[in-house]
């Protein structure tokens, strides 16, 4: 299948700094991604869908100001928690969407610990 | 509005057993039915999906059945390992793929 590469696997960040994770697909051109957060034992909330060259169309609740979405290009998608709290410590995952249609993949998940 | 429901949230499995995970949906547009594995720590995996113009595709020990009508379709599991514990997601797309629609997700062990 596709690979979805995602950067940094895990991160530990002060309470007002920001971070930032990449989505790369690897073999393929995505010019849709995806941002989800997973809380423990939950399954994926959806946080907004990534358009390469456009702006991100955020899911309802979910901060635009504070989850910093960028795709520059088609392989690569980056979400910047700004001004991290420890409330935003949680488990980030990205995937990128086939043009065929034949499914989404996803990243390996970015554990964000703000402290 | 959960449109997909999954079924159960966990299972017990023994080694050898058949595991089987159920998911329904409601809204008719969804027409690519994927299941994912999911093991802790890690992103989701694609494992197995269908297209509803088929009732059932088979990949190694991992089945799906799919029932249009009902608009259910499940994950069946065969000769279950212990390394098939994982959490399971079923999803859903419609036309266009603009987003995957998740099940609440089963939590899989299978004991020796």
């Known amino acids: 299948g596709a690979v979805v590469s995602q950067h940094p696997s895990w991160v530990i960040c002060k309470s007002g700094t920001s971070v930032k994770i990449e989505c790369r697909s690897l073999d393929f051109q995505a010019t849709t991604m995806f941002w989800y957060r997973q809380f423990p034992k939950q399954s994926l909330m959806l946080m907004a869908t990534?358009?390469?060259?456009?702006?991100?169309?955020?899911e309802q609740g979910v901060e635009k100001d504070k989850f910093l979405i960028n795709h520059a290009s088609l392989t690569l998608s980056t979400l910047t928690v700004t001004s991290a709290h420890p409330e935003d410590s949680s488990f980030y995952i990205c995937?990128?969407?086939?043009?065929?249609?034949?499914?989404?993949?996803f990243g390996q998940g970015t554990r964000l610990t703000v402290v | 509005q959960q449109q997909v429901k999954q079924s159960p949230q966990s299972l017990i499995v023994q080694k050898g057993g058949i595991s089987i995970i159920n998911c329904a949906y409601e809204?008719?547009?969804?027409?690519?039915f994927p299941w994912y594995q999911q093991f802790p720590g890690k992103g989701p995996a694609l494992l197995i999906a269908i297209r509803p113009d088929v009732s059932e595709k088979k990949e190694g020990r991992f089945t799906i059945s799919f029932n249009k009508s009902a608009k259910q379709f499940s994950l069946h599991i065969m000769d279950s390992q212990p390394g098939d514990s994982a959490t399971y997601f079923c999803a859903a797309l419609s036309g266009g793929y603009q987003k995957v629609t998740f099940g609440t997700g089963t939590k899989l062990q299978v004991i020796p």
């Open positions: 990534s358009n390469e060259g456009s702006k991100a169309t955020y």
């Open positions: 995937s990128a969407l086939l043009s065929s249609g034949d499914g989404a993949f």
């Open positions: 809204n008719t547009a969804f027409d690519y």
